[in-house]
């Protein structure tokens, strides 16, 4: 878990060795709100969660970065963060948005690719900061696992797929766009 | 930072954004192919998402309304949206020519505020720019495919361009403040915009068997205030069920 490990070695000087155990608690509760578009994954692997810190005050701070910017599904997650931190006991919380991390389709953990394929969903290939057109338009199927495949349409039924037709199994299927 | 300015700039992006998507959802439900209903949705829900993110940022950091009250309660003369945006969707043609033109300068324009001096503005550039990579893809495969396919095809595509090109140009309107936001270092300015935009699409109209047609005189008034008889009927019509029940919860 990329995001737990980097603020384990932020400031670690700086907090109790309780607020540490509470901040662990909390990614590990995170994983169980789901990212509302694919029920099967959570926002921890989805990489949206990018930061959880406790202030001197004991107030919970958790950040958050959309995966994109008209994504409705922002909201909904936002809620889920705030529940699932009323229901750890935490009373002063704050749950934010903001763009300080820019999400890219890099931050899903490979546990999360695999499950995005089990869905049914092809895998996001991985690039150097920015996709080009070889990694928009080749994908491997979720379906059969061919890479003879053919990108059929940028756009899909929500704004983080593309549309795609394998030629062996013969079925189309959508995959998490790499962004 | 000169507030003013920035405000001015982020003000005039959002309401480009918010105008163009309610053009773009037009044609939900009713696209030529359903991959293209499901682009244009697609494309327009993006936009969207950016005009309210910029809004956000307005009500944020420079205390205006909130991102509703922006989007849907302002009088005609106080968007600064380009004319380009707000004409009515004249067919598939002009549609796809719009969205050509638009989205390469959106690119261009996200791309070089990446180094903003407003950290806000900056960090949501990096954002959007890679959203809108997607949206130059799409409308320069349709260009291209649309321009050499057939005689009806590139005559209609040209028809279109010839129309639409003088309200491009105008987006490159500049503003009150652009000398501010150049030194400043918020923003570098529609007229280094304006010629890598030409840069860029120059060589995908040729491509593309189109002409862009020379000596053409930009047609703006947009930035400031002053729009085509085609924005006030939109804005009536995005802001219908608002002023209905004004104040309501949702």
């Known amino acids: 878990m990329l995001g737990a490990g980097r603020q384990l070695v932020k400031n670690p000087m700086d907090m109790t060795q309780e607020s540490i155990e509470k901040i662990k608690e909390i990614w590990q509760a995170l994983k169980g709100v789901e990212?509302?578009?694919?029920?099967?994954?959570?926002?921890?692997?989805?990489?949206?969660?990018?930061d959880v810190t406790i202030d001197e005050t004991g107030r919970v701070m958790v950040e958050m970065t959309p995966t994109f910017t008209g994504c409705p599904a922002i909201e909904v997650m936002k809620k889920g963060i705030e529940k699932k931190l009323s229901e750890l006991g935490v009373k002063d919380y704050r749950v934010a948005l903001n763009y300080k991390t820019t999400w890219t389709s890099n931050r899903i953990t490979e546990e999360g690719r695999d499950k995005l394929e089990k869905f049914g969903l092809g895998r996001p290939a991985s690039h150097e900061g920015e996709p080009g057109m070889e990694a928009i338009a080749s994908a491997r199927c979720p379906h059969c696992g061919s890479e003879n495949t053919t990108l059929k349409s940028v756009f899909g039924s929500t704004l983080c797929r593309s549309i795609h037709i394998c030629h062996d199994c013969r079925q189309s299927f959508e995959r998490f766009k790499p962004v | 930072m000169n507030k003013e300015a920035a405000k001015e700039l982020m003000l005039k992006m959002a309401d480009d954004a918010l105008i163009y998507g309610h053009r773009l959802s037009e044609w939900t439900g009713i696209g030529p192919i359903l991959e293209e209903d499901i682009a244009f949705s697609s494309i327009s829900q993006d936009k969207v998402g950016h005009a309210w993110q910029l809004y956000q940022l307005l009500e944020q950091d420079f205390g205006?309304?909130?991102?509703d009250r922006l989007g849907f309660e302002r009088k005609e003369s106080e968007y600064k949206c380009s004319q380009l945006n707000e004409l009515y969707t004249r067919d598939y043609a002009f549609a796809l020519i719009r969205h050509f033109f638009m989205d390469h300068a959106e690119f261009i324009r996200y791309s070089l505020l990446r180094a903003s001096s407003?950290?806000?503005?900056?960090?949501?550039?990096?954002?959007?720019?890679g959203?809108?990579?997607?949206?130059v893809l799409h409308a320069d495969t349709w260009v291209k495919k649309l321009g050499a396919a057939t005689e009806e095809s590139h005559s209609r595509m040209q028809a279109a361009l010839n129309e639409a090109f003088p309200y491009a140009l105008g987006l490159f309107e500049p503003g009150p403040f652009e000398q501010e936001l150049i030194d400043s270092g918020v923003f570098i300015g529609e007229g280094q915009l304006q010629a890598e935009w030409l840069d860029e699409i120059r060589p995908i109209i040729e491509e593309s068997g189109l002409q862009l047609t020379s000596n053409t005189e930009a047609i703006t008034g947009g930035r400031s205030g002053n729009h085509s008889s085609d924005l006030a009927p939109l804005l009536e019509e995005m802001s219908e069920v608002i002023c209905s029940e004004p104040g309501a919860s949702w």
């Not at chain 1, 990212?35 to 969660?49: A, C, F, H």
């Not at chain 2, 205006?64 to 991102?67: G, K, T, V, Y």
């Open chain 1, 35 to 50: 990212d509302p578009e694919i029920p099967v994954i959570s926002i921890v692997d989805m990489g949206i969660v990018t």
């Open chain 2, 64 to 67: 205006m309304p909130d991102p």
């Open chain 2, 118 to 129: 407003y950290e806000s503005l900056a960090q949501l550039a990096k954002k959007v720019r």
């Open chain 2, 131 to 135: 959203e809108i990579k997607y949206h």
